[in-house]
């Protein structure tokens, strides 16, 4: 078959290999990689597929291969099927509560045909469950989203991220700069960080703190913040963080500090926590200004992962310049890694970070490796109880 040339007429073919490089250049091959590519070159075969699915003690390979498969196909649509749920409040009518399809249809002004379909679809994916025909309960997963309003904000959150991936040929081409998600999180555009207005900054620090909750509760259950005299929070947004780690060690000494978009809505909720009298607050961009040196314990939480590795040198070069020496850091975050919660959280935020601008979600030793550089010294990983939403690094000053 002739191959297509280029405009004027060079042809291409000899340009590229399907085994190789660019150039032509094959990459020198290892016994594993030559094993697995006489592993595709099988499963490839629908023959060898159809007598792995025929064999008893193959076939539940085969299914569950299959499964896999067919999940990353549907992927998308089982999505909007929880985000309708989300947006239409399901969840939360069923919380601790039976109703009737009727009943929800009324409630989110749905024909009862179009409801009953989609609580069909909500129960094929464990989101609810029906004990009776047309009677609806939640499950477990329902009953999780139903009580924790920041995982249902994070999930109203993805109409943003889902408008920037109507292309996502292009922005993996990075044919546009402007996406929603750069719009929406105010300082990864590279503006002057001083210029973010409050409400520019409002309707990121109302997700954050919405979506806190579970993130802190994860933090505080894997480490003893009650071993220190006093804590500061760099970039704590509203407080909502410190509130909760104040509420649990009532002798720690609090602070904050974040852009002054922000301090404003943090000294305002800490207050309301009754928090006022521990905390104090301070402004400014925290990879350049001054920071407060006198707090025994920092943290960094959701914070380097937003920011591409010249921009977390800058920050941990600027904290390491101001802390005290024997400072405790604590960095908390999704981080990349081989279990399989690590590796959600990577598989997602890469995506998200993409669209966002800025950031990438790594791994600890990239972090270690990134404090290190900065200065900090006795760097060590720290388990959680949920590596899907955090994982700990430490490291002193």
Known sequence: MATQAEPGGADTSANWRADGDSDGKAPQQTVGMRWRLWRNRQIASPRFRGLMARLPLTRWIAKRKANQLFRLTAGFVYSQILHVCVQLRVFERLENQILSTEQLAAFCQLKVSRMRLLLDQAAWLGLVIQPKPDIWMLDDAGAVIASDAGLRAMIRHHDVLYRDLTDPVALWRAETSETELRQYWAYVRGDALSAVTPEQAAPYSLLMRESQAMFADCVLASYNFGSH?????????????????????????LALFDLPAVTERAGKHLTEAGLATRSSIYAGDFSTDVLPGSADCVTLLRILCDHDDDRVTTILSNLHRHLAPNTRLVVAEAMAGPSEGARLASGYFGVYFLAMGSGR???AEEIMSLLTTAGFRETRVGTTTNPLIATLVTASR
């Open 229 to 253: 005299a006093s804590l500061l929070d760099v970039g704590g947004g509203d407080g909502a963080f410190l509130s909760a780690v104040g509420r649990k060690h009532p002798k720690l000494q």
């Open 361 to 363: 979600c790594r791994s």
